[in-house]
Nanobody, 124 residues
Framework: QVQIVESGGGLVQPGGSLRLSCVAS????????QYWYRQAPGKQRELVAS???????NIQEPGRGRFTISRDNDKKTVYLQMNRLKPEDTAVYYC??????????????????WGQGTQVTVST
């Protein structure tokens, strides 16, 4: 069974930093795109950042210049480093992973999976 688990959220003061981690575990033969989304109360889920298989990254405007996305392929982990946090960054942050799952028969199945989310609260 493949799982996506985020960690690293918490309460931080404005101007502070957090690093979120997202680990993919289980029978995985390949990881393609990895994405961070967030959803604030009463708002739609929005893309925050992405990293593709060759390492190219894209940071959406709310976090541009403050957020960095990176990955450790050996650990099947993607990170979101968030600096100079603002109250409007408060949201549940979700990891989304596009991967190839290994089936019991040895075959592969491409899947897009979500983690359970990690709460980030920026407040005094």
């Amino acid at each position: 069974q493949v799982q996506i688990v985020e960690s690293g959220g918490g309460l931080v003061q404005p101007g502070g930093s957090l690093r979120l981690s997202c680990v993919a575990s289980g029978a995985i033969s390949a990881i393609y795109g990895q994405y961070w989304y967030r959803q604030a109360p009463g708002k739609q889920r929005e893309l925050v950042a992405s990293i593709n298989p060759d390492g190219r990254t894209n940071i959406q405007e709310p976090g541009r210049g403050r957020f960095t996305i990176s990955r450790d392929n050996d650990k099947k982990t993607v990170y979101l480093q968030m600096n100079r946090l603002k109250p409007e960054d408060t949201a549940v942050y979700y990891c989304h992973v596009d991967l190839m799952r290994i089936l019991d028969n040895g075959g592969g199945q491409r899947k897009e999976l979500w983690g359970q989310g990690t709460q980030v609260t920026v407040s005094t």
